[in-house]
C-alpha cells in the first residue's frame, strides 16, 4: 500500500521541477495524478515520465477560462479530488525602482490570481477531508534584493492557507503551505539566468545554508507528500519550510 493509494491529486506546474517531482511521488505513493502547465510538449513529456497514473491537462492559471475548463475536464471524467498542489508559478527580478505595471501584473497574477482561483475552482470537485497544499517559499518571510514583487505574492500564498484552514473548517479541508528554499529547477533558467549565473547563485546559497547545500526537487516533493497524506492528519494552516535552515539561520 502507498501513502496515497486509491487518492485523486491535481498538481499545477507539474510538467517542470518541483511540480515534476511531486507528481511522480505521489503516483509512486498509489494515486492518480492530473497535472497542468502552459507548454503541451512539456505536459507530454511529464506525462510519460511520470506513467499511466497521469494525466496532463494544459492550461495557464492566471486564466480564468482555463481554470473552469479544466474544472470542467476533470467534472465531465467524474473526477474526485482528495489533494490540490497549487504548485504553478514564478519569479523574476527587478528592484523596487524598476518595476512595471507588466512586472507586478507578471507575478501577481501567476502566484497570488493563479492560487486563489485553481483552489476555487477546484473546491467543488473535492472531498470533504482532503489536503490542499500551496506553494510559498522561503521568501514569504525573508528579504531579498529585486525579488519584492515575488515575496510578496508568496507572502499572500503562505496567508492563505492560514484563512482557507478556517474557511474549510466545516469540510474538513486541511489547507497547509510549503517553504521551499533554493531548489535548482528548469525554473531559473526560465527566467533568463545562465548556466554562470545559476552555479554561482547555488554556490553562495549552499555557503550561507547550514546543511551546506541547495535542495532537490524531491526534498520538497517529500515535504509535500507529507502533508497531502494522512501523516499530517493534525496539521492544519501551517507552513512546513524545506530550506536546508537557508531562511533560519
Ligand atoms: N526552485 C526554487 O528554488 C523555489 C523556491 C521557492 C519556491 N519555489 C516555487 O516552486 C514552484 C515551482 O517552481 P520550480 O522551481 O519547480 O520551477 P519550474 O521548474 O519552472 O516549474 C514551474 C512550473 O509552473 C508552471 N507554470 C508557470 N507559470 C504558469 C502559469 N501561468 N500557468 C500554469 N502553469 C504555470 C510551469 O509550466 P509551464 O511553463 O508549461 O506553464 C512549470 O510546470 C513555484 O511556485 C516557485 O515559485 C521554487
Known sequence: MGKLTGKTAVVTGGNSGIGLATAKLF???????????????????????????????????????????????????????????ANAGSGTFAPIADVSEEHYHKIFDTNVKGVVFTVQKLLPLMKDGGSIILNSSITESKGMDSFSMYSGAKAAVRNFARGWAADLKPRRIRVNAVSPGVVITPGYSAIGMNDDQIKEYAAASAAKTPSGRTGEPEEIAKAVLFLASDESSFVNAENLVVDGGFSLV
Open 27 to 85: 503516483a509512486q505513493e498509489g494515486a492518480q495524478v492530473f497535472i497542468t502547465g502552459r507548454r503541451q510538449e512539456a505536459l507530454n513529456a511529464a506525462v510519460k515520465e511520470i506513467g499511466h497514473a497521469a494525466t496532463g491537462i494544459q492550461g495557464d492559471v492566471s486564466n480564468l477560462g482555463d481554470l473552469a475548463r479544466l474544472a470542467e475536464g476533470l467534472t465531465a471524467k467524474g473526477v474526485v479530488l482528495d489533494i490540490i498542489f
